[in-house]
């Protein structure tokens, strides 16, 4: 296949091209605002493939978009491009509109048009993939059962808000419009390359720093974590397999308590190096609430374990260990994030 992929620079989108390179005989065209997360380091031997082009546009710019379609030629869509710290869109919720709802239309508006002047034996094999998160469906209570494909919406946050909007709009220009998409939703990712205001770096690189770990609350919130390399794998089966017009609910059966997963990360950070001053869960801080904090997040993966041939082979404690193993081997990249002006503003956010 010859895809166009949004967001190959972000955290996901990278390891869905590293992934796509290294298992097949694809070519991607990475369309890439190239913002705050972005880093095309993660992109590894990726950057330099002959099968990978970077292009460095706005997913909400329609000429660009229109270009990207008219010159590459792709065979598919995957949409992963989006703003998505919960905290930015409760500070500031203007451009996760613009990328997470504009952008999706100018980009779905733009495959529209090309999808209809294909010739009809390409014209049916195209897919236009959107992906998406479990934060659409809004907050379980302790007893509820996890969400799946057939969950009713009900977003709490700009970020979640932004999310379900472009969801909408990915099935409406399926059911009016005939474009042949697909919607799948994940739990939270976590692995090497993720940018560290995320709660994993960020309460990993405190820890290595001795710095405090703030936890919102009294961390009992829960989410259900995937490593971000099995998301990939799946992310490509649905591209490659899945039918036009369903929903695929992706997670890896791993929920945790924020609280629990703090500990974690405490816990095997100190096997590997211990701190003279005593175990890092010494530096766990409570702190307020994040305004309309979700409770819980869980995500029940059978229909697409069993519809895609598929399950996540790691387990949270083999997939931490290798988050962890990774931000120790590769401190340069996120030293240098750290450092920055803006890092010191954004990067003490709670988990």
Known sequence: MRLLLTGGCGFIGSAVIRHLLRTGDHSVVNLDKMTYAASEDALESARHDPRHVLLRADIADPTAVRHAFATWQPDAVMHLAAESHVDRSIDGPGPFIQTNVVGTYVLLDAARE???????????????????????????????????ETTAYDPRSPYSASKAASDHLVRAWHHTYGLPTIVSNTSNNYGPWQFPEKLIPLVLLNALDGKPLPVYGDGSNQRDWIFVEDHAAALVRVVQHGAPGATYAIGARQARSNLDVVRAICAALDARLPDPAGPRERLITFVTDRPGHDFRYEIDPARTEAALDWRAPHDFTAGLARTIDWYLANRAWWEGIRAARYAGQRLGQAA
């Open 114 to 148: 090309y999808w209809a002047g294909l010739p009809p034996d390409r014209r049916a094999a195209f897919r236009f993939h959107h992906v998406s998160t479990d934060e659409v469906f809004g907050a379980l209570g302790p007893s509820d059962p996890p969400f799946t």
